[in-house]
């Protein structure tokens, strides 16, 4: 896909019991822009990675 741009946010931490929020901000066109996420977790840890493939116009 020659005309989208990748963007990926990553987020680790160490499990300590208390929450945290992940959240990201960007101009969107719904008919062409998208995003998957993926979350890893084990007792010690977790990791959280998103993908944006935004197109360029």
């Known amino acids: ?3 989208y741009k990748y ?3 990553v ?5 300590m019991g208390a929450g ?3 959240f990201a901000k ?6 062409s822009d998208s995003h998957t996420s ?4 084990n007792p010690t840890l977790f990791c959280v ?3 944006f493939g935004v197109y360029l116009y």
């Open 11 to 15: 987020m680790m931490g160490q499990q």
């Open 49 to 51: 990675c998103t993908v």
């Open 7 to 9: 963007v990926v946010q």
């Open 1 to 3: 896909m020659p005309r």
């Open 20 to 22: 945290c929020h992940y």
């Open 38 to 41: 993926f979350t890893y977790t």
């Open 26 to 31: 960007c101009y969107w066109d719904v008919e």
